[in-house]
C-alpha cells in the first residue's frame, strides 16, 4: 500500500508539473498572437502574458525577450517611439514618466538576452530600444551629454554589424536618429543626413522616407524635404515596429510637408 500511495503521489506531482508546463506554454502562444497584431491593448497584454509565463519560468532567456520587446512596443505606441520631429524632441515630462515605468524592466530583459546571445541581430535590436527609451526618461540631451552617447551609438553600430539590412535599416536609422537630436559637439546633420540614407537605401519604407524628410528640413534643403515627405505619405511601414507608429509619422509628414512646402515658395520668390 505504501508503494502504491508513494506512486500516486509521484503521478500527481507529475500531472501538476505538466499542467503548469502546458498552462505557461497557452500563455506565452497567446502572447505571441497578440504580439502579431500589434495595438496598444495587444501589447499591454501580451507583457502581462510574458510576465505569468516568466514567475513559472524566470531563467527562460526566449520569454524574457519576448517580454521587453512587448513592453518596448508598449512605450513605442504610447510615446510615438520617441521619434524625430522638425521642430521639437519628445522627451515630454509625460513621455518621461512612460520610459521611467516601463524602461528599466525592458532594458533588464533585453540586456541579459544580448550579453548572452551576442550574435542575435533581435536581442541586439530589442536591447537597443530599451535603452534608448530607459536613457531618454532622464532627458534626450542630458544623457546624451552624461555619456549615453556613446553606448547609444555602439548598439546601433552593433545592429549594423550583425544586419545592415534588419528591420529595414533600423541600426542606420538609429545612427541618423542620434546626430540629428544630439546636442553639439555631437550633433553633426551632414552624418545625419549620410546614416539615413544609407536607411532609405536598404529599405523606401514610411520611417526612412519621413526621416530623410526630417533631416532635409533641418538643413533647410526644402525641396528635398518635400519629396521625401510626400513619399513617406505613400509609402508603408517597413515592420511591425514602424507600424507602431506609423500613424504619428504620417501627421507629422502632412504638418512638415506643408511648412517645407511654404518654405520652397518663399525661396522661390526671392530668386
Known amino acids: 500500500r505504501g508503494a502504491n500511495m508513494a506512486a500516486q503521489r509521484s503521478l500527481a506531482l507529475a500531472l501538476a508539473v505538466l499542467a503548469q508546463v502546458v498552462a505557461q506554454g497557452a500563455a506565452s502562444l497567446r502572447a505571441d498572437a497578440l504580439m502579431m ?5 495587444n501589447l499591454e497584454e501580451a507583457a502581462r502574458l510574458y510576465e505569468r509565463a516568466l514567475e513559472d519560468d524566470p531563467g527562460n532567456l526566449d520569454l524574457r525577450l519576448k517580454l521587453a520587446d512587448a513592453l518596448n512596443g508598449v512605450m513605442r505606441v504610447k510615446t510615438n517611439s520617441n521619434t524625430l520631429v522638425i521642430d521639437k524632441l519628445l522627451d515630454t515630462p509625460a513621455n518621461k514618466a512612460i520610459w521611467a515605468k516601463i524602461g528599466p524592466r525592458a532594458l533588464e530583459m533585453a540586456k541579459e538576452v544580448q550579453q548572452r546571445r551576442p550574435k542575435d541581430v533581435r536581442a541586439a535590436a530589442v536591447y537597443a ?3 534608448m527609451f530607459s536613457s531618454s526618461s532622464k532627458g534626450i ?5 552624461a555619456g549615453a552617447a556613446s553606448v547609444f551609438k555602439e548598439n546601433a553600430n552593433r545592429l549594423v554589424r550583425l544586419d545592415r539590412r534588419y528591420d529595414s535599416g533600423v541600426g542606420y536609422a538609429l545612427l541618423g536618429a542620434f ?20 536607411a532609405l537605401a536598404v529599405a ?32 508603408k511601414p517597413g515592420s511591425p515596429t514602424e507600424a ?10 502632412e504638418r512638415a510637408l506643408k511648412l517645407a512646402r511654404a518654405q520652397l515658395q518663399k525661396d522661390e520668390l526671392r530668386r
Open 204 to 235: 523606401p519604407s514610411r520611417r526612412n522616407l519621413y526621416y530623410v524628410g526630417v533631416v532635409a528640413y533641418k538643413r533647410k534643403e526644402w525641396r528635398t524635404a518635400v519629396e521625401h515627405f510626400e513619399r513617406a505619405l505613400r509609402a
Open 129 to 131: 530600444d530599451a535603452y
Open 179 to 198: 546626430y540629428t537630436v544630439a546636442p553639439w559637439p555631437l550633433g553633426d546633420l551632414n552624418q545625419a543626413m549620410k546614416y539615413m540614407r544609407e
Open 141 to 145: 540631451v542630458k544623457q546624451a551629454l
Open 244 to 253: 507602431d507608429f506609423a500613424d504619428f509619422m504620417r501627421t507629422e509628414s
Open 37 to 41: 497584431r500589434r495595438g496598444l491593448s
